[in-house]
């Protein structure tokens, strides 16, 4: 298995590979005014 991480200016990006086939996708996206937290609670807590 392999994490990747696309880092951009307004979107981080990751993935977890397992060899050629993507198993799962997460995209965080920069706000200026967003807590730690809430950015946390919406990427990990509020995915299926």
Known sequence: MLLVIDVGN???V?????G???MDNWR???ER???SWNSAKSTF???P
């Open 45 to 47: 807590i509020s995915n």
């Open 10 to 12: 307004t979107n981080t």
């Open 28 to 30: 965080i996206w920069t």
């Open 20 to 22: 050629d086939r993507l």
């Open 14 to 18: 990751l993935g977890i590979y397992d």
């Open 33 to 35: 005014d967003r807590t």
